[in-house]
């Protein structure tokens, strides 16, 4: 009994703090424009303001993976909240635009220590695979859950206190997380970890944060840009290096064998592929409902929030649907109705009713939390229990990229349509015409100082040109999501329902002989 009070605490602590990392993600939009008016940050510092923490994050979570393997999962997650706690004091009360961005980027190394080491956790603790697919599942949930709360939440405090009240919230979950976790979790590492290569850090910090970084300057600039290029080749020449590396090391930062398994790498595809969905909507809907339909931030906080409920419906659901239609058919189902979301959502237009939008919201969110809860299992039950945390932090960095593929890829189909259907009146000033072209938001800034008849023209062109392009990308989301169900289908067949990588064969790294005897 004490044991199942252990355990379950453990999904406790783990969940409490994905939420924590998930709203810490999407709170920040909100805040920007009073933290502009407060701090004045150049328009370089805004966009470092914004995205040093996803790079820190990022970078170092195959690293952070690793060091909890070695030293204790338990360990580096307390170790980690606590500085995650301290990181946010120091964002919330930054003086200037330099210290904020430097505390924004000590929140993104202590959240890397966090992120694989509460999947890990729960990959020890749970030794049963159906018990491990429910508590993956709630997890997976309680995280998308988090990123339609940090608009709600942020938008709350917003109305009340100023900017830094949106990281200050993380201090009193840090100390419930220290608290009830020194007590509750279990430690658990890997008996036999050998050294940690020192070389493959920087390789692997390099490669991430150069390959996101070109992604995310693509979506704004095109990927013809030389800062983009350069990064690309750059990332891409570290992380061909760091793969080859680990091939020739005995103990590597990643088994790069797990990849042979198709249960695996069909897995981390679909939760990159996944949340490069899951991010742009957020992103998209930003807009749409404080720029097209003209809510306030509060409001379109509560508007999206439904998505998290539907999201922990599906991950919820992602234990029982295993069962019955195994691993695969499962990951399909869970993308096939994320599609179906999309394609309701391309009957948007300037004016939508909510309870239509509520509908697709939903079904939308459901598909990509089942999908989530499923993959993410996968994987680290595809890896041998001792390296769970580097299996974690693979799971964690597909996610990461997906999130800056998908604003590279549909970010730029979402500029490319609504530039291309944008049809300004004539008379406008060139200065005007140049911005409105550049963003829907631009375009509103530039009507703002016209006369009010070509105001009223350049708003309506460009809410139109936006929604016009907004159906573009949704049915563009819709195919890649089709095509990966598809993918997922064939690639997960034969997988078990049932899959422990601590019963695969040693000699058979790629799994394929332990799959095919349990199947």
């Excluded at 709360?149 to 942020?154: D, E, H, I, Q």
Aim: proline share 5%; with cysteine; hydrophobic share 55%.
């Amino acid at each position: 009994m004490r044991n199942d009070s252990r355990k379950w605490g453990t999904l406790v602590i783990a969940c409490l703090a994905m939420l924590m990392l998930s709203v810490d993600l999407t709170v920040l939009h909100l805040a920007v424009p009073k933290l502009v008016e407060d701090l004045d940050p150049s328009g370089p510092q805004q966009l470092w303001i914004a995205d040093v923490y996803g790079f820190a994050l990022a970078g170092l979570l195959v690293t952070m993976g690793n060091v909890g393997d070695r030293i204790g999962r338990r360990r580096l997650l307390l170790i980690g909240s606590a500085a995650f706690g301290a990181a946010s004091l120091l964002t919330a009360y930054a003086p200037s635009p330099e210290l904020l961005i430097a505390a924004r980027a000590l929140l993104g190394v202590a959240g890397a220590t966090i992120m694989p080491s509460t999947l890990s956790l729960i990959r020890n603790v749970f030794t049963d695979p159906v018990e491990r697919t429910t508590a993956v599942g709630i997890w997976s949930s309680i995280g998308a859950a988090g990123f339609a709360l940090g608009p709600l939440v942020g938008g709350a405090l917003l109305n009340e206190f100023f900017w830094g009240s949106v990281f200050l919230i993380n201090v009193p979950v840090v100390a419930v997380i220290i608290g009830v976790g020194t007590a509750v979790l279990p430690e658990s590492r890997n008996p036999a970890p050998g050294r940690l290569d020192l070389p493959s850090v920087p390789l692997s910090v390099v490669g991430v944060i150069a390959v996101i970084y070109a992604m995310k300057e693509a979506a704004h600039g095109g990927a013809g840009q030389v800062p983009v290029i350069v990064a690309a080749l750059a990332g891409v020449a570290a992380l061909a290096v760091f793969v080859h590396r680990q091939t020739r090391l005995a103990e590597p930062l990643i088994d790069v064998r797990l990849f042979r398994n198709r249960a695996f790498s069909a897995s981390v595809g679909s939760a990159l592929v996944a949340m490069f969905a899951m991010i742009t909507m957020s992103l998209i809907f930003a807009q749409y409902f404080q720029l097209v339909l003209g809510w306030s931030p509060l409001v379109a906080g509560l508007a999206g929030l439904p998505g998290g409920l539907g999201a922990a419906i599906g991950g919820s659901a992602a234990g029982a649907l295993v069962t019955r239609l195994g691993r695969g058919g499962t990951v399909a189902a869970g993308l096939c109705l994320a599609a179906a979301g999309f394609a309701l959502y391309s009957r948007m237009g300037l004016e939508v009713t909510y309870p239509y939008l509520l509908a697709a919201m939903i079904v939308a969110s459901a598909g990509i939390g089942l999908t989530f809860a499923v993959v993410n299992d996968t994987i680290i039950a595809a890896a041998p229990r001792e390296r769970a945390g580097a299996a974690a932090a693979i799971s964690e960095t597909a996610g990461e990229m997906g999130g800056a593929l998908g604003i590279a890829v549909l970010g730029t189909v979402l500029n490319t349509a609504y530039r291309a259907g944008l049809d300004l009146p004539a008379g406008l000033p060139s200065a005007a015409a140049e911005q409105a072209r550049d963003t829907l938001g631009g375009a509103l800034t530039a009507a703002a100082a016209l006369p009010g008849e070509l105001a009223g023209a350049v708003t309506a062109a460009a809410r139109r040109a936006f929604v016009d392009g907004l159906q573009t990308t949704v049915l563009t989301g819709a195919g890649i999501l089709i095509v990966l169900a598809v993918t997922a289908l064939f690639a997960l067949r034969g997988v078990p329902k049932v899959l422990d990588g601590d019963t695969a064969d040693a000699g058979d790294p790629t799994g394929e002989a332990a799959e095919a005897a349990r199947a």
